[in-house]
Antibody
């Protein structure tokens, strides 16, 4: 059974960098699929942040591209999100997910982690 | 970016009613359209992929249709456990986008 689990600080100060990790179990990242990040501000809808292919190729939401870096560590079977220069607008629940290479479908999701940007 | 327009934004239905949610893409996305169900406090769950394929384990009362720019999610007989927000998502473009969601409530 594929499982994903997000981890990282729940509170980040404005202008600093938000860093999260998604640990994957039940499937080897190096075997394939895209691995993505999606966020959801409190009471609002879903926003795709970006994805990384198992080979390391990255794809970002154009509106966030200048601030986002997604990386993968196949030896630890996890992938990470860095979002720089955060503001209160970046407060959200952050989800990691596995995305099908064929359909782009996010078939497995982490439970999500709330990150609050506040001083 | 491909914009996804969902309607309605919310609806209230009686148990057993047929419920239809629509999603329109700003350009043709072939059948690269997915539907997710999100219950309060939970992660989204995949219901339908490639416009009309039912994800394993999802009740058969859920179905999807459409291609190009216009898509539909149908719940043939809505149940109390279907109370949730439903999102469409296009995966035609590598820059994925979601609709704004449809909140389904039971009368």
């Amino acid at each position: 059974q594929v499982q994903l689990q997000e981890s990282g600080p729940g509170l980040v100060k404005p202008s600093e960098t938000l860093s999260l990790t998604c640990a994957v179990s039940g499937y080897s990242i190096s075997s394939g699929y895209y691995w993505g990040w999606i966020r959801q501000p409190p009471g609002k809808g879903l926003e795709w942040i970006g994805s990384i292919y198992h080979s390391g190729s990255t794809y970002y939401n154009p509106s966030l591209k200048s601030r986002v870096t997604i990386s993968v560590d196949t030896s630890k079977n996890h992938f990470s999100l860095n979002l720089s220069s955060v503001t209160a607008a970046d407060t959200a629940v952050y989800y990691c997910a596995r995305e099908s290479e064929e359909t782009g479908t996010a078939d497995y999701w982490g439970q999500g982690t709330l990150v609050t940007v506040s001083s | 970016d491909i914009q996804m327009t969902q309607s309605p934004s919310s609806l209230s239905a009686s148990v057993g009613d047929r419920v239809t949610i629509t999603c329109r893409a700003s350009q043709s996305i072939s059948n690269y359209l997915n539907w997710y169900q999100q219950k309060p406090g939970k992660a989204p769950k995949l219901l339908i992929y490639a416009a009309s394929s039912l994800q394993s384990g999802v009740p058969s009362r859920f179905s999807g249709s459409g291609s190009g720019t216009d898509f539909t999610l149908t719940i043939s007989s809505v149940q109390p456990e279907d109370v949730a927000t439903y999102y469409c998502q296009q995966s035609y473009s590598i820059s994925r986008t979601f609709g704004r969601g449809t909140k389904v409530e039971i009368k």
